[in-house]
């Protein structure tokens, strides 16, 4: 029962550099999310796709861009990495079909930027 | 717009003390409650919630109450475990927008002494 899968878990960067964070969900879910979670600022969207071929902005999008690929798969790019981008990033995927719809959360990807 | 807002932690109980953590909301209309968990190392996953006002939620031995009058969805357990230490999250979805998104506070660390 796989659920929401993200790769790669851990992640060095130079910075300038460029990478994508990887996320796949396999329970038909249409609504998926990227967040950053950083010490004591607990969790902040950075893009949200409601379907297939639908993205928008969160609180903190500068510096990222996201791919609805399909509806299983939701890609999170960042192109040109700065240290201020080190973080902990979660995908995560729900039904989207009400606000009483559970979230469920990949293992987190740790990125840290040098 | 929406925000949650919870106790800053960290929480330090002696096992089976009573828990509580505190957690209010600022929304428009009338949006579902969520308490997450985090695990060291792991990603977050839900505990408990609450989809409309004096809805309580419940599991593992938590407790919450959708409480509309006090804008408030508190976190309770009679007897805490070593097990329960983690870090808890309190969250909104506001329901309205086709993604319904999910806004969480910044966290409560939770740490429970044998």
């Known amino acids: 029962n796989a659920g929401v899968t993200q790769t790669p878990k851990f992640q060095v960067l130079k910075t300038g550099q460029s990478m994508t964070l990887q996320c796949a969900q396999d329970?038909?879910?249409?609504?998926m999310y990227w967040y950053r979670q950083d010490p004591g600022m607990g969790l902040r969207l950075i893009y949200y796709?409601?379907?297939?071929?639908?993205?928008d902005k969160g609180e903190v999008p500068n510096g990222y861009n996201v791919s609805r690929l399909n509806k299983r798969e939701f890609s999170l790019r960042l192109e040109s990495a700065a240290p201020s981008q080190t973080s902990v990033y979660f995908c995560?995927?729900?039904?989207?079909?009400?606000?009483?719809?559970?979230?469920?959360f990949g293992e987190g990807s740790w990125l840290t930027v040098v | 717009g929406d925000s949650v807002t919870q106790m800053e932690g960290p929480v330090t109980l002696s096992e089976e003390a009573f828990l509580t953590i505190n957690c209010t909301y600022t929304a428009t209309g009338y949006p579902s409650l969520f308490w997450y968990v985090q695990y060291p190392g792991e990603g977050l996953q839900l505990l408990l919630k609450?989809?409309?006002?004096?809805d309580k939620g419940s599991n593992k031995g938590f407790e919450a109450t959708y409480r509309k009058e006090t804008t408030s969805f508190h976190l309770e357990k009679g007897s805490v475990q070593v097990s329960d230490s983690a870090v808890y999250f309190c969250a909104l979805s506001d329901g309205y927008s086709s993604a319904s998104k999910i806004i969480f506070g910044s966290g409560t660390r939770l740490s429970i002494r044998p």
């Open positions: 995560a995927s729900t039904d989207g079909g009400g606000s009483g719809n559970t979230i469920y």
């Open positions: 609450a989809t409309k006002a004096d």
């Open positions: 796709s409601a379907s297939e071929g639908t993205t």
């Open positions: 329970m038909n879910h249409n609504s």
